[in-house]
């Protein structure tokens, strides 16, 4: 598992002469920091209590919130040797002089049963970080596929009621009906001044026809609208009065599928919770990515966080 963790290291992080149990660490930073690229994540820091002479070095110091909380982890690079309450305990001993604040231990391995007990009873959360294997797809959705039918509306068919009276064109005025636009056409007086565009006149009832609920596909529906007063509209060399209209539309069905899968998307780690005590408190976003069914990291999650001087920042 230690070569692992290096050449995930070295092909997501950087290529660099470090501790297979530094890579750890630094990994572990950059998965919090990937949880809520919005809080302050730093590697390996050394910290004081305030009233005590003594310092301590803390792998992970993750910083939220306005009140500026503080969460500090523990790493352990173990392979397949599991993780003893000795190195809880010490942990817990740097945590009771740094207070306020919320510890985990992150391992790549299992922790004793003792380890876990004495975490539970200091509140300490336990969590695993390690390489992923084909058999942690098993109960996951590597790809779905969703189709959806959606019900909408046919353009109407607008069919003008003309009351038969009819004008010749003073000038050449562009047409209003046949296969012209409703959304470009014009309406006129009886002597061929603009009053306006058909749509502004129309826009009451379209917005009507838009709360239209409609039924299955190959429905139709019709209905007939008549103007406040008179118009008149171009229907070739005429000016042609017109006091309402007919509409008519059909129900279309349109199927959709949309296909939500990993692509061709690496996953390298494994994050699990393995044990969240009663007295123990975590963020939103560290609960919703820290579970017992575990979360997938994913190469691309990680290749966007560098590590500068100890803090994990955004790579440029």
Excluded at 142 to 162: G, H, I, M, Y
Excluded at 204 to 214: A, F, K, T
Excluded at 224 to 229: E, M, N
Aim: with cysteine.
């Amino acid at each position: 598992m230690t070569d692992e963790i290096e050449q995930i290291y070295d092909e997501a992080v950087a290529e660099e002469k470090l501790k297979s149990g530094t890579k750890y660490e630094r990994l572990t930073a950059i998965v919090f920091k990937a949880l809520d690229a919005s809080n302050a994540v730093v590697h390996d820091v050394t910290l004081r209590g305030v009233g005590k002479e003594a310092s301590h070095q803390i792998d992970v110091q993750l910083t939220y919130g306005a009140e500026q909380r503080r969460i500090l982890i523990e790493c352990k690079n173990y392979g397949p040797k599991k993780i003893g309450i000795g190195i809880v305990r010490d942990f817990n001993g740097a945590l009771l002089h740094l207070q306020p604040v919320q510890g985990i231990v992150v391992g790549s391995s299992e922790f004793t049963s003792g380890a876990r007990k004495y975490a539970r009873d200091e509140s300490i959360v336990l969590a695993q970080l390690r390489p992923f294997t084909d058999d942690d797809w098993s109960g996951r959705v590597r790809k779905l596929s969703v189709t959806a039918q959606a019900w909408v509306k046919d353009e109407p068919k607008l069919t003008f009621q003309n009351t038969g009276n009819l004008v010749q064109c003073p000038t050449c005025l562009p047409e209003s009906t046949g296969r012209v636009s409703v959304h470009e056409a014009s309406y006129y007086d009886r002597a061929g001044t603009v009053q306006g565009l058909l749509s502004s006149l129309l826009a009451g009832w379209n917005d009507e026809y838009g709360r239209l609920i409609v039924g299955e596909p190959g429905s139709t529906y019709s209905g007939s609208v008549a103007f406040p007063a008179p118009i008149w509209l171009v229907a070739g060399e005429n000016l042609v009065e017109v006091d309402g209209f007919q509409w008519e539309t059909i129900v279309l069905g349109e199927t959709s599928t949309f296909i939500v899968d990993s692509g061709n998307r690496i996953a390298e780690l494994v994050l699990r919770l393995v044990d969240l005590p009663v007295g123990a408190s975590l963020p939103d976003f560290i609960a919703s990515g820290l579970t017992p069914s575990g979360s997938l990291i994913f190469r691309d999650q990680l290749t966007q966080w560098a590590v500068v001087d100890s803090v994990i920042e955004a790579r440029t």
